[in-house]
């Protein structure tokens, strides 16, 4: 097999632990890891494989027989890195690094090294920076043994001076200190952008799901937007939103968001913020799942654990969208689509082709209809402002003059009564 030379030669393990409650199948969760590999252009993974182990080994994770024989299998194929898919401690790491003469990179590693490449937005930037710091203040622990050399102080005082350990762990925290001011006046512009634009009366309507389920496939069948939509994991970070005009039904914002994933490092949550902040803020949620994936059941309480821990609470109208449809056998196809049928909040779709959408736009319409509501208002002639406010809301069905006001019937929401009450 001809690999590029240009780029560095990985290898994909996957721990598979008997002690590990927490245990996926093995077959998928190793596919999954060799393509978040493969969603860094600058890897070239050349091989991978499943190691089965009784228990993780405190210092080397694995044994030392297993850990020879992955040595020769990496020597002669040339492997700069190898990522580790689960956990590895900063010992494991620089163990195993000195055993292999080879980087090292744990799952939490490897997502950083996607996050970062993908980002796009100054906030997504700043938030992946943060995450990859706090990930690496973990790591000062003795992971590499420059660390462990003490240099000496200024001289002002005597004694030793502080280890480089020390000094590393603090120009962390200094960096970590910058970037949350900064941070603070990015999130304090993009909340004056949101203010702005909830006095538009649109309903949001967000996708989520577990990567490459298709959320960004469907966001530009629906929008005619061009957001990147590629077979690849991770492949939207940023968020991104869009006006939809549903047939028969009101304008919406559809907010495409980023995938989610097992096992999401929590040094990553925070990266997730803001793109998730739409998700809470949403009228309608609408979780879509690659329905032809053989982890899709476990794929989906991965996300509904997220959207759990985030605080989108169960209350918040939801629909299920099961995508992909296109790839089923014929006959798997026909039972999904029999058992979608007998659930009226599940949709069989395939954003591919666009079979299913009619009654999905269809059903969001209802579902988004169904939170606005009929009111009469009656306003004074002085009250011209808010008069010309109702007709830019689009909210005005009909009007009628007295003698010394406008009566004005009006279908609006909740949220734009408020709004209209602090006129």
Same mark, same amino acid.
Not at 266 to 284: I, M, N, P, Y
């Given at each position: 097999?001809?690999?590029?030379?240009?780029?560095?030669?990985?290898?994909?393990?996957?721990? +598979?632990?008997?002690?590990?409650?927490?245990?996926?199948?093995?077959?998928?969760?190793?596919?999954?890891?060799?393509?978040?590999?493969?969603?860094?252009?600058?890897?070239?993974?050349?091989? !991978?494989?499943?190691?089965?182990?009784?228990?993780?080994?405190?210092?080397?994770?694995?044994?030392?027989?297993?850990?020879? +024989?992955?040595?020769?299998?990496?020597?002669? &194929?040339?492997?700069?890195?190898?990522?580790?898919?689960?956990?590895?401690?900063?010992?494991?790491?620089?163990?195993?690094?000195?055993?292999?003469?080879?980087?090292? $990179?744990?799952?939490?590693?490897?997502?950083?090294?996607?996050?970062?490449?993908?980002?796009?937005?100054?906030?997504?930037?700043?938030?992946?920076?943060?995450?990859?710091?706090?990930?690496?203040?973990?790591?000062? *622990?003795?992971?590499?043994?420059?660390? +462990?050399?003490?240099?000496?102080?200024?001289?002002?005082?005597?004694?030793?001076?502080?280890?480089?350990?020390?000094?590393?762990?603090?120009?962390?925290?200094?960096?970590?200190?910058?970037?949350?001011?900064?941070?603070?006046?990015? *999130?304090?512009?993009? @909340?004056?952008?949101?203010?702005?634009?909830?006095?538009?009366?649109?309903?949001?309507?967000?996708?989520?799901?577990?990567?490459?389920?298709?959320?960004?496939?469907?966001?530009?069948?629906?929008?005619?937007?061009?957001?990147?939509?590629?077979?690849?994991?991770?492949?939207?970070?940023?968020?991104?939103?869009?006006?939809?005009?549903?047939?028969?039904?009101?304008?919406?914002?559809?907010?495409?968001?980023?995938?989610?994933? !097992? &096992?999401?490092?929590?040094?990553?949550?925070?990266?997730?913020?803001?793109?998730?902040?739409?998700?809470?803020?949403?009228?309608?949620?609408?979780?879509?799942?690659?329905? !032809?994936?053989?982890?899709?059941?476990?794929?989906?309480?991965?996300?509904?654990?997220?959207?759990? !821990? $985030?605080?989108?609470?169960?209350?918040?109208?939801?629909?299920?969208?099961?995508?992909?449809?296109? $790839?089923?056998?014929?006959?798997?196809?026909?039972?999904?689509?029999?058992?979608?049928?007998?659930?009226?909040?599940?949709?069989?779709?395939?954003?591919? @082709?666009?079979?299913?959408?009619?009654?999905? $736009?269809?059903?969001?319409? @209802?579902?988004?209809?169904?939170?606005?509501?009929?009111?009469?208002?009656?306003?004074?002639?002085?009250?011209?402002?808010?008069?010309?406010?109702?007709?830019?809301?689009?909210?005005?069905?009909?009007?009628?003059?007295?003698?010394?006001?406008? *009566?004005?019937?009006?279908?609006?929401?909740?949220?734009?009564?408020?709004?209209?009450?602090?006129?």
């Amino acid at each position: 097999m001809d690999h590029d030379r240009t780029r560095t030669r990985a290898w994909v393990l996957h721990p +598979e632990i008997k002690s590990d409650e927490q245990r996926r199948v093995p077959e998928p969760a190793l596919d999954e890891a060799v393509a978040l590999a493969a969603a860094l252009p600058d890897l070239d993974v050349v091989g !991978s494989e499943i190691v089965r182990l009784p228990r993780a080994q405190a210092g080397l994770l694995f044994g030392s027989g297993k850990i020879e +024989e992955l040595g020769e299998r990496f020597h002669d &194929n040339d492997i700069e890195l190898v990522l580790i898919d689960g956990p590895v401690t900063p010992v494991q790491q620089r163990n195993l690094e000195e055993a292999w003469k080879v980087k090292i $990179l744990d799952r939490t590693g490897l997502i950083l090294e996607i996050f970062s490449d993908r980002a796009r937005t100054r906030e997504g930037v700043l938030q992946v920076e943060m995450a990859a710091l706090s990930y690496q203040r973990t790591r000062l *622990v003795r992971a590499w043994t420059h660390l +462990e050399r003490q240099r000496g102080g200024l001289g002002f005082v005597g004694g030793p001076g502080e280890t480089q350990i020390e000094a590393d762990r603090r120009a962390i925290d200094e960096q970590l200190v910058r970037l949350r001011r900064q941070l603070q006046k990015v *999130v304090k512009t993009r @909340t004056l952008h949101r203010a702005a634009r909830a006095k538009v009366p649109y309903p949001i309507v967000a996708l989520v799901g577990y990567t490459n389920a298709g959320k960004s496939t469907l966001f530009n069948r629906l929008t005619g937007a061009e957001v990147m939509a590629k077979d690849m994991l991770f492949a939207t970070l940023d968020p991104t939103m869009r006006r939809v005009v549903l047939p028969d039904g009101p304008e919406v914002i559809l907010s495409d968001t980023v995938g989610f994933i !097992s &096992n999401l490092p929590t040094e990553l949550v925070a990266a997730f913020r803001a793109t998730l902040e739409e998700v809470l803020g949403a009228d309608l949620v609408v979780h879509v799942r690659d329905i !032809s994936h053989e982890e899709t059941e476990a794929q989906a309480q991965d996300v509904e654990t997220i959207l759990t !821990s $985030l605080g989108v609470d169960e209350d918040r109208p939801r629909l299920e969208v099961w995508n992909k449809i296109d $790839l089923l056998e014929a006959e798997e196809r026909d039972a999904t689509l029999a058992r979608a049928d007998r659930d009226p909040a599940i949709f069989a779709i395939s954003a591919v @082709t666009g079979e299913g959408l009619d009654p999905l $736009l269809a059903e969001i319409a @209802t579902k988004l209809q169904g939170v606005r509501h009929e009111a009469t208002l009656t306003l004074a002639f002085s009250e011209g402002d808010k008069r010309a406010w109702l007709f830019r809301q689009d909210v005005v069905r009909a009007e009628e003059q007295t003698e010394d006001s406008f *009566v004005l019937n009006v279908l609006w929401t909740d949220k734009q009564a408020a709004q209209f009450a602090k006129l």
